[in-house]
Nanobody, 123 residues
Framework: QLQLVESGGGLVQPGGSLRLSCAASRFFLDYYTIGWFRQAPGKGREGVSCISSSGTSINYADSVKGRFTISRDNAKSTVYLQMNSLKPEDTAVYYC????????????????WGQGTQVTVSP
């Protein structure tokens, strides 16, 4: 069973930056599409960004385009989400997820999920 662990969340002021990491244990991420999702209090889980196994295909939600950057280092079995120009509306628990065969920002595509890391954007 693929296990994913997110890290890098925290409290940041508006306009600030954070880098989230998603690391795999027990297995390598080479063959998986990795997605980042977030869930704010009282809201559903929404797709933020995803990257194909090779890294050649990348998607972003409109709300984060131009501010967030996804990347992966398969040698380290780690995927990153660089978040710049953060806004209060980015506040949420951020999850990474892995899909063996699917691709995209639909959470139904993903087979394995991490436990999440809290990101809070506040003055």
């Amino acid at each position: 069973q693929l296990q994913l662990v997110e890290s890098g969340g925290g409290l940041v002021q508006p306009g600030g930056s954070l880098r989230l990491s998603c690391a795999a244990s027990r297995f390598f991420l080479d063959y998986y599409t990795i997605g980042w999702f977030r869930q704010a209090p009282g809201k559903g889980r929404e797709g933020v960004s995803c990257i194909s196994s090779s890294g050649t295909s990348i998607n972003y939600a409109d709300s984060v385009k131009g501010r967030f950057t996804i990347s992966r280092d398969n040698a380290k079995s780690t995927v990153y989400l660089q978040m710049n120009s953060l806004k209060p509306e980015d506040t949420a628990v951020y999850y990474c997820a892995a899909a063996r065969y699917g691709y995209g920002l639909d959470k139904k595509v993903y087979d394995f999920w991490g436990q999440g890391t809290q990101v809070t954007v506040s003055p």
